[in-house]
Protein backbone atom coordinates (compact mmCIF):
# COMPACT_ATOMS: atom_id res chain seq x y z
CA UNK A 1 0.00 0.00 0.00
CA UNK A 2 1.57 3.68 -1.22
CA UNK A 3 2.35 5.39 1.81
CA UNK A 4 0.13 8.54 2.41
CA UNK A 5 1.64 12.03 1.81
CA UNK A 6 2.61 14.19 4.80
CA UNK A 7 0.99 17.89 5.89
CA UNK A 8 2.43 20.07 8.46
CA UNK A 9 1.92 23.54 9.34
CA UNK A 10 4.60 23.66 11.79
CA UNK A 11 5.75 27.89 12.03
CA UNK A 12 2.65 29.73 13.63
CA UNK A 13 0.94 26.77 15.72
CA UNK A 14 0.42 28.64 19.03
CA UNK A 15 -1.86 26.18 20.86
CA UNK A 16 -4.35 28.96 20.67
CA UNK A 17 -4.44 28.44 16.64
CA UNK A 18 -4.52 24.61 16.73
CA UNK A 19 -8.13 24.48 15.85
CA UNK A 20 -7.88 27.23 12.92
CA UNK A 21 -4.60 25.23 11.53
CA UNK A 22 -6.86 21.96 11.48
CA UNK A 23 -9.72 23.82 10.31
CA UNK A 24 -7.67 24.92 7.00
CA UNK A 25 -6.56 21.88 6.39
CA UNK A 26 -9.67 19.95 6.79
CA UNK A 27 -11.14 22.57 4.16
CA UNK A 28 -7.50 21.84 2.21
CA UNK A 29 -7.83 18.47 2.11
CA UNK A 30 -11.49 17.99 0.70
CA UNK A 31 -10.17 20.22 -2.00
CA UNK A 32 -7.12 18.46 -3.18
CA UNK A 33 -9.36 15.47 -2.83
CA UNK A 34 -12.02 16.97 -5.55
CA UNK A 35 -9.49 18.43 -7.63
CA UNK A 36 -7.87 14.76 -8.33
CA UNK A 37 -4.98 14.51 -5.41
CA UNK A 38 -4.55 10.72 -4.04
CA UNK A 39 -3.09 9.90 -0.67
CA UNK A 40 -3.88 13.16 1.35
CA UNK A 41 -3.54 12.60 4.37
CA UNK A 42 -6.89 13.71 6.73
CA UNK A 43 -5.08 15.33 9.31
CA UNK A 44 -2.03 17.54 9.75
CA UNK A 45 0.88 15.59 11.63
CA UNK A 46 2.09 17.76 14.19
CA UNK A 47 4.43 15.05 16.42
CA UNK A 48 7.30 15.22 13.61
CA UNK A 49 10.19 17.27 13.72
CA UNK A 50 9.80 20.24 10.88
CA UNK A 51 13.11 19.29 9.56
CA UNK A 52 12.49 15.70 8.84
CA UNK A 53 8.68 16.52 7.40
CA UNK A 54 10.56 19.27 5.34
CA UNK A 55 13.24 16.56 3.78
CA UNK A 56 10.25 13.52 3.11
CA UNK A 57 9.95 12.42 -0.09
CA UNK A 58 5.97 11.99 0.77
CA UNK A 59 5.26 15.71 1.56
CA UNK A 60 2.41 17.18 -0.03
CA UNK A 61 2.41 20.18 2.33
CA UNK A 62 4.23 22.22 4.81
CA UNK A 63 5.81 25.51 5.81
CA UNK A 64 9.49 26.33 6.53
CA UNK A 65 11.29 29.16 7.56
CA UNK A 66 12.91 31.50 4.65
CA UNK A 67 16.69 30.63 5.70
CA UNK A 68 16.38 26.94 5.48
CA UNK A 69 14.64 26.92 2.16
CA UNK A 70 17.41 29.44 0.67
CA UNK A 71 20.36 27.88 2.54
CA UNK A 72 19.42 23.69 2.25
CA UNK A 73 16.24 22.97 1.06
CA UNK A 74 15.56 25.13 -2.39
CA UNK A 75 16.99 22.39 -4.71
CA UNK A 76 15.64 19.64 -3.02
CA UNK A 77 11.55 20.16 -2.27
CA UNK A 78 9.68 22.59 -4.31
CA UNK A 79 7.94 26.03 -3.78
CA UNK A 80 4.57 26.44 -3.33
CA UNK A 81 3.82 29.90 -2.46
CA UNK A 82 4.11 32.45 0.38
CA UNK A 83 1.45 33.48 2.44
CA UNK A 84 0.88 37.01 2.68
CA UNK A 85 -0.78 38.35 6.25
CA UNK A 86 -2.22 41.02 7.60
CA UNK A 87 0.11 41.64 10.51
CA UNK A 88 1.98 45.24 10.75
CA UNK A 89 5.45 45.03 9.65
CA UNK A 90 4.40 42.64 6.71
CA UNK A 91 4.05 43.97 3.09
CA UNK A 92 2.54 41.44 0.52
CA UNK A 93 4.53 38.19 0.97
CA UNK A 94 7.35 40.03 2.61
CA UNK A 95 7.99 40.57 6.53
CA UNK A 96 9.98 41.94 9.18
CA UNK A 97 11.40 41.28 12.42
CA UNK A 98 10.74 43.48 15.67
CA UNK A 99 13.08 43.61 18.40
CA UNK A 100 11.67 43.39 21.57
CA UNK A 101 12.97 44.93 24.70
CA UNK A 102 11.38 45.61 28.74
CA UNK A 103 9.51 48.73 28.05
CA UNK A 104 12.02 50.98 30.86
CA UNK A 105 14.69 49.93 28.36
CA UNK A 106 16.41 53.66 26.91
CA UNK A 107 17.97 51.32 24.22
CA UNK A 108 16.45 52.11 20.50
CA UNK A 109 18.85 50.54 18.03
CA UNK A 110 20.62 46.96 18.07
CA UNK A 111 23.68 49.36 18.77
CA UNK A 112 22.65 50.25 22.06
CA UNK A 113 22.17 46.38 22.90
CA UNK A 114 26.08 45.74 22.63
CA UNK A 115 27.48 43.51 25.11
CA UNK A 116 24.41 43.03 26.56
CA UNK A 117 22.83 39.91 26.37
CA UNK A 118 20.13 38.46 23.31
CA UNK A 119 17.70 35.96 23.15
CA UNK A 120 17.20 33.87 19.68
CA UNK A 121 14.72 30.97 18.92
CA UNK A 122 16.90 29.14 17.30
CA UNK A 123 20.35 29.60 15.42
CA UNK A 124 18.68 28.64 11.72
CA UNK A 125 15.90 31.16 12.45
CA UNK A 126 15.65 34.05 10.37
CA UNK A 127 13.69 36.02 12.10
CA UNK A 128 14.78 35.08 15.47
CA UNK A 129 18.21 34.94 14.71
CA UNK A 130 20.06 35.48 11.01
CA UNK A 131 18.16 38.85 11.05
CA UNK A 132 20.43 39.88 13.94
CA UNK A 133 23.60 38.79 12.13
CA UNK A 134 22.51 41.12 9.40
CA UNK A 135 22.45 43.83 11.34
CA UNK A 136 25.84 43.76 12.88
CA UNK A 137 29.02 44.77 11.18
CA UNK A 138 30.49 42.85 8.56
CA UNK A 139 32.18 40.28 9.97
CA UNK A 140 30.91 40.08 13.46
CA UNK A 141 29.35 37.27 15.14
CA UNK A 142 26.50 37.77 17.11
CA UNK A 143 29.00 35.64 20.28
CA UNK A 144 31.28 38.55 19.86
CA UNK A 145 28.68 41.21 20.30
CA UNK A 146 26.70 40.36 22.84
CA UNK A 147 28.03 39.01 26.12
CA UNK A 148 25.15 36.12 26.37
CA UNK A 149 23.56 34.35 23.52
CA UNK A 150 20.53 32.90 25.09
CA UNK A 151 18.84 29.81 23.46
CA UNK A 152 15.07 29.80 23.88
CA UNK A 153 13.48 26.98 21.51
CA UNK A 154 10.54 29.35 20.34
CA UNK A 155 9.89 33.34 19.96
CA UNK A 156 7.41 33.21 23.00
CA UNK A 157 10.09 31.99 25.02
CA UNK A 158 12.30 34.59 23.52
CA UNK A 159 9.87 37.02 24.87
CA UNK A 160 9.43 35.58 27.99
CA UNK A 161 13.14 35.65 28.71
CA UNK A 162 13.32 39.43 28.01
CA UNK A 163 10.35 39.59 30.97
CA UNK A 164 12.10 37.28 33.19
CA UNK A 165 15.29 39.31 33.08
CA UNK A 166 17.07 36.68 31.43
CA UNK A 167 18.26 38.62 27.93
CA UNK A 168 17.86 42.19 27.10
CA UNK A 169 16.54 41.51 23.75
CA UNK A 170 14.81 39.03 21.28
CA UNK A 171 13.96 39.24 17.62
CA UNK A 172 10.74 38.14 16.63
CA UNK A 173 9.07 37.96 13.40
CA UNK A 174 6.03 40.63 12.91
CA UNK A 175 3.59 38.06 12.07
CA UNK A 176 4.31 35.59 15.14
CA UNK A 177 4.40 39.40 17.62
CA UNK A 178 0.84 40.25 16.25
CA UNK A 179 -0.65 36.71 16.88
CA UNK A 180 0.42 36.59 20.12
CA UNK A 181 -1.01 40.43 20.46
CA UNK A 182 -4.40 39.34 19.68
CA UNK A 183 -4.51 35.60 21.34
CA UNK A 184 -2.03 36.06 24.04
CA UNK A 185 -1.82 39.62 24.94
CA UNK A 186 -0.38 39.23 28.70
CA UNK A 187 2.78 37.50 27.34
CA UNK A 188 3.64 41.26 25.67
CA UNK A 189 3.12 43.14 29.27
CA UNK A 190 6.13 44.55 29.76
CA UNK A 191 7.81 44.56 26.62
CA UNK A 192 7.89 47.03 23.42
CA UNK A 193 9.33 47.34 19.77
CA UNK A 194 12.72 49.09 20.00
CA UNK A 195 13.55 48.99 16.30
CA UNK A 196 13.07 46.88 13.38
CA UNK A 197 14.78 44.49 10.59
CA UNK A 198 15.10 44.32 7.11
CA UNK A 199 11.89 42.98 4.72
CA UNK A 200 12.79 39.61 3.51
CA UNK A 201 10.54 36.82 2.21
CA UNK A 202 7.69 35.23 3.94
CA UNK A 203 7.95 31.78 5.35
CA UNK A 204 7.39 29.56 1.95
CA UNK A 205 4.77 26.81 1.60
CA UNK A 206 6.63 23.98 -0.19
CA UNK A 207 5.96 20.75 -1.06
CA UNK A 208 7.69 17.37 -2.31
CA UNK A 209 10.10 17.61 -5.76
CA UNK A 210 8.10 14.91 -7.13
CA UNK A 211 4.87 17.23 -6.99
CA UNK A 212 4.18 17.36 -10.20
CA UNK A 213 4.18 20.83 -11.83
CA UNK A 214 0.17 20.49 -12.07
CA UNK A 215 -0.14 19.26 -8.41
CA UNK A 216 1.82 22.25 -7.72
CA UNK A 217 -0.43 24.51 -9.40
CA UNK A 218 -3.35 22.81 -8.28
CA UNK A 219 -2.32 23.43 -4.66
CA UNK A 220 -1.87 27.11 -5.07
CA UNK A 221 -5.48 27.76 -6.36
CA UNK A 222 -7.26 25.44 -3.55
CA UNK A 223 -4.58 27.74 -1.19
CA UNK A 224 -5.93 30.86 -2.93
CA UNK A 225 -9.92 30.29 -2.99
CA UNK A 226 -9.18 28.75 0.77
CA UNK A 227 -8.73 32.05 1.94
CA UNK A 228 -10.57 34.05 -0.22
CA UNK A 229 -13.79 32.41 0.88
CA UNK A 230 -16.32 32.88 3.36
CA UNK A 231 -16.15 29.78 4.24
CA UNK A 232 -12.75 30.14 5.97
CA UNK A 233 -13.13 33.50 6.86
CA UNK A 234 -13.22 33.28 10.69
CA UNK A 235 -10.24 30.84 10.78
CA UNK A 236 -8.17 32.97 8.25
CA UNK A 237 -8.52 35.92 10.61
CA UNK A 238 -7.38 34.10 13.29
CA UNK A 239 -4.60 33.51 11.61
CA UNK A 240 -4.07 36.66 9.88
CA UNK A 241 -4.04 34.81 6.46
CA UNK A 242 -4.73 37.60 3.66
CA UNK A 243 -3.99 35.57 0.95
CA UNK A 244 -0.84 34.33 -1.36
CA UNK A 245 1.85 35.14 -3.91
CA UNK A 246 3.86 32.67 -5.98
CA UNK A 247 7.37 33.69 -5.43
CA UNK A 248 10.64 32.67 -7.23
CA UNK A 249 12.73 30.32 -5.58
CA UNK A 250 15.74 33.20 -6.32
CA UNK A 251 13.33 35.34 -4.68
CA UNK A 252 14.63 34.07 -1.30
CA UNK A 253 18.49 34.70 -2.63
CA UNK A 254 18.03 37.77 -1.43
CA UNK A 255 18.27 36.50 2.41
CA UNK A 256 21.81 34.72 1.50
CA UNK A 257 22.65 37.97 -0.36
CA UNK A 258 21.74 40.35 2.99
CA UNK A 259 23.77 37.92 5.06
CA UNK A 260 26.78 38.16 2.90
CA UNK A 261 26.88 41.76 3.14
CA UNK A 262 25.50 42.67 6.64
CA UNK A 263 25.63 46.11 7.93
CA UNK A 264 23.07 48.03 9.36
CA UNK A 265 19.11 47.55 8.23
Not at 85 to 97: I, Q, V
Request: net charge neutral; proline share 6%; aromatic share 6%.
Amino acid sequence: TPRPRVATLPMYDLPELRDDHRAMWTRLHDALRIQGFDRVPSELTTEVDPHESWRSPYLLLSQTCGYPFASRLRDTVRLVATPCYDAPGCAGPRYRSWLIAKKTEGAVSIEDFHGRRVAINDPDSLSGCKVLEMMLPTGVRLESYFSRVVHTGSHADSLTSVTRDNADLAAIDCVTYDLIRRHRPRHLDGLKIVASGPLLPGLPLITAKSTSDAEVGALRRALARLIASDDFAFHGRRLGLAGVEVLDAEDYDAILDRLARRGKA
